[in-house]
């Protein structure tokens, strides 16, 4: 990777990745292959590419709250438990053929756009927030889930989680992606500690990309506050059926 130009397309991924990740979700089913074909190992690419992500939650967490939204301690509590679980999903070594995975996801994908389209919308009054007591455990419970998944590949998560947060916790769309960027932080720093300790992370190549990363975040996020519930579920639209197409047909 010693082309200068393998940097520029790094740092173009990237911010393309950090702006999708921070809205909607999925941006590491592009981030991935990217660095599979500039010649990493899929082990390697995915190990690196959580530096980037890392740096992309910071900024995004950042951006956020340089607008006001912030939902702590609540993104705290959800951010350990899956800290938990991205732990054990990053040691779990699954065999599972390729095609056999994207066409599940890509199933998965198109469920999701379907509750986006078809679930009736809340109106103001019903997004009275529901963040403890047992809607609180019920977020633990489910957020240590992800975190298993989200240790071991992490691609589509984030979009589940907004779903989730949404119409469970009663978050608006948007403080449900500043909830979301806080959380996957936490659990990202504890997966990346275990590719790092099996040296599966190409640092520099990670480092590169996280340039791009973190500046699609910071204004992705900043963006997102400024357009509202609107513009976020319909980026998260257009963002799923593209990846559902992707994984079903390429």
Do not use: C
């Amino acid at each position: 990777m010693e082309e200068w130009y393998y940097n520029v397309l790094l740092v173009a991924t990237g911010f393309v990745v950090g702006f999708i990740n921070t809205i909607a979700g999925g941006g590491s089913l592009i981030s991935l292959p990217v660095l599979i074909f500039l010649g990493l190992p899929s082990s390697v690419a995915n190990g690196t590419n959580r530096v980037a992500v890392g740096i992309q939650n910071i900024m995004a967490t950042a951006g956020f709250k340089s607008k006001g939204v912030s939902t702590s301690p609540f993104n705290i509590y959800l951010g350990i438990s899956a800290l938990f679980g991205a732990v054990l999903g990053a040691r779990i070594a699954v065999d599972i053929k390729g095609e056999t995975f994207n066409k599940i996801l890509a199933a998965i994908m198109i469920i999701v756009v379907l509750l986006i389209l078809f679930k009736p919308k809340m109106k103001l009054e019903d997004l009275q927030e529901r963040l403890t007591g047992k809607y609180l455990w019920i977020g633990i419970i489910a957020f240590f889930f992800f975190g298993i998944y989200g240790g071991f590949i992490n691609a589509g998560l984030g979009i589940v989680i907004i779903l989730f947060l949404h119409y469970v916790n009663r978050m608006s769309l948007v403080r449900s992606n500043a909830t979301k960027v806080v959380a996957v932080l936490i659990y990202t720093l504890a997966a990346l500690l275990v590719f790092a300790m099996n040296d599966k992370v190409d640092w520099i190549v990670g480092l590169i990309l996280a340039v791009g990363n973190g500046t699609g975040a910071w204004v992705a996020s900043r963006f997102s506050v400024r357009k509202g519930d609107g513009f976020v579920r319909t980026f998260m639209v257009i963002v799923v059926v593209g990846m559902a197409i992707k994984l079903w047909f390429f």
